[in-house]
């Protein structure tokens, strides 16, 4: 056993049906695309696999241990990512769907909204505690109590559910996409999708404010 990792295809099983069931993930990987076009559905993919690697390194160093055993921490960082959440969702409310005038201020605006779309994805889920706690229940069952290096078996391990994840999303993304160009959505569908979108988000951020420690 490497590193003392067992049952690796159980976990690359579990991981892929996990990565499957959908979620706000998914949500937001499908508006943007729908709204903006593979690009930003990409973008929004590599920032959401980018804010798992946060807890992936987390939990690999103990860090994740503190939320699961202090209420304040937990409570902290809980607040913190249901007020981007209601954020991230009202924005979303107010974003209309349009093309820029000219070329080059398109290419500029472009460019700036998959930077921006990155960083929503990546603070979504670097910004959630549930997260953390995932990690530290879900993969410490495949990694033996007297494994030699239990840090980078965690970060192994994380680092294939994370490629896992990164795939499934991009063929979200890419898949939208093609289903949203061959249906020829209309910027009046695009807009009240990403009013759906947002109100969805606003609702995630109060429901996470509200969650318990589990």
Known sequence: MMLGIHDWWLFILSGFLLNLMPGPDTLFIMSKTASQGWK??????????????????????????????????????????????????????????????????????????????????????????????????????FISADSSNTVLAFILLGTVFDISSLLWCTTVALCTAFASARLQVSTTVKTWLNKLVGAVFIGLGLRLAVSAQH
């Open 40 to 141: 930003a559905g990409v973008a929004a993919s590599l920032g959401i696999c980018s804010g798992v690697y946060v807890h992936v390194f987390a939990a690999a160093f103990g860090l994740s241990a503190l939320l699961a055993t202090s209420a304040t921490a937990f409570v902290v960082l809980k607040l913190v990512g249901a007020a981007y959440l209601i954020y991230l969702g009202w924005m979303t409310l107010r974003q209309k769907s349009g093309l820029a005038s000219a070329a080059p201020v398109q290419a500029i605006q472009t460019k700036q909204a998959l930077l921006t779309i990155y960083r929503q994805g990546f603070l979504t889920n670097a910004l959630n505690p549930k997260v953390a706690l995932f990690f530290l229940a879900f993969v410490p069952q």
